[in-house]
């Protein structure tokens, strides 16, 4: 197995890492409470999902 000859500089080092980062997840609004959510899942508030109740939730 091949070992390095030379130390991998840190600029070397994080230009091959710059594919691997987060990305931030997309939102959208509710159209019942128009808190934001996640695309294509229930409203943790209300509880509302493509126009009807999907979840139970408390209200106060």
């Given at each position: 197995m091949?070992l390095?000859?030379?130390?991998?500089?840190?600029?070397?080092?994080?230009?091959?890492r710059?594919h691997?980062?987060?990305d931030?997840?997309?939102?959208?609004?509710?159209?019942?409470?128009?808190e934001?959510?996640?695309p294509?899942?229930a409203?943790?508030?209300?509880?509302a999902?493509?126009?009807?109740?999907a979840?139970?939730?408390?209200?106060?």
């Amino acid at each position: 197995m091949g070992l390095p000859k030379h130390k991998i500089s840190k600029s070397r080092r994080d230009k091959r890492r710059t594919h691997q980062k987060k990305d931030v997840p997309n939102l959208a609004t509710c159209p019942e409470c128009g808190e934001a959510i996640q695309p294509h899942h229930a409203c943790p508030s209300c509880g509302a999902y493509k126009g009807r109740t999907a979840v139970e939730t408390e209200k106060e």
